[in-house]
């Protein structure tokens, strides 16, 4: 059984303070939400394709030698590369 909501959301406050504006992910990451794993996964196990996770934007592929996080606190972390977010 996954986090609540309110749960996921505190995580991914934390996440965002540890990863969104910190050297040097903050030249990568550019969003940063909260999804489902069967969103994310579609070859999810039944017993999880129902909990949240966090989904993390990249402008651009991080390099191979920084580490990124596929769990934390306890919720799983899916990243995508999905270009530049510019303002209309």
């Given at each position: 059984m996954g986090f609540l909501f309110e749960d996921v959301k505190r995580i991914n406050g934390?996440?965002?303070?540890?990863?969104?504006?910190?050297?040097?992910?903050?030249?990568y990451v550019n969003s940063c939400g909260i999804s489902m794993v069967s969103i994310c996964d579609k070859e999810a196990s039944p017993d999880t394709k129902d909990d949240f996770c966090l989904l993390?934007?990249?402008?651009?592929?991080?390099?191979?030698?920084?580490?990124f996080p596929?769990?934390?606190?306890g919720v799983?972390?899916?990243?995508?590369?999905?270009?530049?977010?510019r303002p209309l």
């Amino acid at each position: 059984m996954g986090f609540l909501f309110e749960d996921v959301k505190r995580i991914n406050g934390e996440f965002v303070k540890e990863y969104f504006f910190a050297h040097p992910y903050s030249n990568y990451v550019n969003s940063c939400g909260i999804s489902m794993v069967s969103i994310c996964d579609k070859e999810a196990s039944p017993d999880t394709k129902d909990d949240f996770c966090l989904l993390v934007g990249f402008r651009e592929p991080l390099p191979g030698n920084i580490p990124f996080p596929t769990e934390y606190q306890g919720v799983r972390v899916f990243t995508k590369v999905i270009g530049e977010i510019r303002p209309l």
